[in-house]
């Protein structure tokens, strides 16, 4: 069973930069594709960003591509994600996550979640 802590995030004015980080605990993490989502109030867990097991491969949503890069280091259990450019509608709850499998968008399509991390982004 992998565990996740995420940490990183904070207020920024918009059009500045955060980098989130996940440290993952448990033996198998580098099999795994891993993703980071994100939640506003009153809104639906949405994606942001994923990596396939070796950081060879990445996706991410159409909102953030361009600003947002996902990385991993395997050897340290750790997946980054760095946001630049923010803006005001960034804002929300960010989380990792571990997938049951291969790539995937669909939160169910994860088995694993940390507590989430909060980003505001002040206008």
């Known amino acids: 069973q992998v565990q996740l802590v995420e940490s990183g995030g904070g207020l920024v004015q918009a059009g500045g930069s955060l980098r989130l980080s996940c440290a993952a605990s448990?033996?198998?993490?580098?099999?795994?594709?891993m993703g980071w989502f994100r939640q506003a109030p009153g809104k639906e867990r949405e994606f942001v960003a994923a990596?396939?097991?070796?950081?060879?491969?990445?996706y991410y949503a159409d909102s953030v591509k361009g600003r947002f890069t996902i990385s991993r280091d395997n050897a340290k259990k750790m997946v980054y994600l760095q946001m630049n450019s923010l803006k005001p509608e960034d804002t929300a709850v960010y989380y990792c996550?571990?997938?049951?499998?291969?790539?995937?968008?669909?939160?169910?399509?994860?088995?694993?979640w940390g507590q989430g991390t909060q980003v505001t982004v002040s206008s």
């Open positions: 996550a571990v997938a049951r499998g291969g790539y995937s968008r669909d939160p169910s399509d994860f088995r694993s």
């Open positions: 448990g033996r198998t993490f580098s099999s795994y594709a």
């Open positions: 990596i396939n097991w070796s950081g060879g491969s990445t």
